[in-house]
């Protein structure tokens, strides 16, 4: 497959050189912010598979250009909410039915990456720099550690945005930072700066930004020098007691509810709204605020 908008490659570790035990993957469409798209979605399917098989030690996930991600790329991931002005070359009778069908099948692909992100055998670590939202942050959650910049900006968005939290960030975020913070997080899509994170337990370390890869690699080389057996049975018994309630069922209530969601009103109504830069009404004279990065709650 091509890769358009993630980038692989394995390097050494700082602490053995010629070693190559360090995989990374980079979230890399900087001028979007690397939000996630329907491609990227499917890229991230398909490379995850090769990095099970890559034989690197450890995976460190990052984005390029200064940001993480900036979440879902609604300029094209919305589509069927209410936004006749794109079509995707389609006519006809059935236009509307396969673009729905297309947006829902981007879920249920995203959904699968999270999953498959989780088993993978080998320790993962997120290399967090500047913007983290929704889909983008979700992903995070997926990983074993999570090293951020101080100029970090966190946020589960979607709720403010007309959406909701998927990804496994209402499954893993509670078991991470506790109930309470979790669902403040998840209801009010408030941000979380560099030090706060690491303070709550988001993050297992704050550094300034022009050290987090070299941060970044210098754990991952350390933990790539340990056997690989007991690395990974260490894993494997970890996500094994924080995946007892990762189950068939509750994943296809959580799909189920996305879905119906991305079809109301409201969710076209809020990233329309964002789209445009402007304020949303989800209920007539009462405007949302958008949770600021630099605001106090």
């Known amino acids: 497959m091509r890769y358009d908008t993630v980038k692989w490659e394995i390097v050494s570790s700082p602490l053995c050189p010629g070693d190559n035990a360090i995989g990374i993957l980079t979230l890399d469409v900087p001028e979007r912010m ?3 798209s329907p491609r990227m979605a499917l890229e991230l399917d398909r490379i995850v598979d090769d990095i099970r098989e890559s034989g690197a030690r450890v995976v460190i996930l990052t984005g390029s250009g200064g940001n993480f991600s900036g979440g879902g790329d609604l300029k094209v991931e919305t589509a069927p909410l209410e936004r006749p002005e794109e079509t995707h070359g389609l006519d006809g009778a059935y236009m509307d039915m396969v ?3 297309m947006n829902d099948h981007h879920h249920v692909v995203a959904q699968q990456v999270c ?3 989780e088993d993978l055998p080998m320790p993962t670590i997120a290399a967090i720099d500047g913007v983290c939202v929704g889909m983008g942050f979700e992903f995070t959650l997926c990983c074993d550690l999570r090293i951020v910049s101080d100029r970090a900006k966190l946020s589960e968005i979607a709720v403010p945005a007309g959406f909701m939290s998927e990804w496994a960030s209402p499954r893993v975020l509670p078991k991470i930072i506790g109930y309470a913070r979790a669902a403040e997080m998840i209801l009010t899509g408030r941000f979380v700066l560099g030090e706060e994170a690491c303070r709550i337990g988001l993050a297992n370390k704050v550094v300034p930004a022009d050290e987090l890869m070299d941060t ?5 080389g350390r933990i790539a020098s340990y056997p690989t057996r007991g690395l990974k049975f260490a894993k494997e018994t970890l996500r094994l007691y924080r995946n007892k309630d990762r189950n068939l069922d509750d994943m296809k209530l959580e799909i189920d509810r ?7 009103q409201a969710c ?3 990233l329309s709204a964002f789209l445009e830069k402007r304020t949303p009404v989800y209920h007539e004279g009462n405007p949302v605020n958008y949770p600021r990065p630099d605001e106090t709650w």
């Open 34 to 36: 690397n939000a996630i």
């Open 99 to 101: 673009i729905w069908w």
């Open 115 to 117: 999953r498959k992100w």
């Open 216 to 220: 970044t690699l210098t754990w991952a």
């Open 258 to 264: 996305v879905l119906e969601l991305s079809r109301t």
């Open 268 to 270: 076209a109504e809020g």
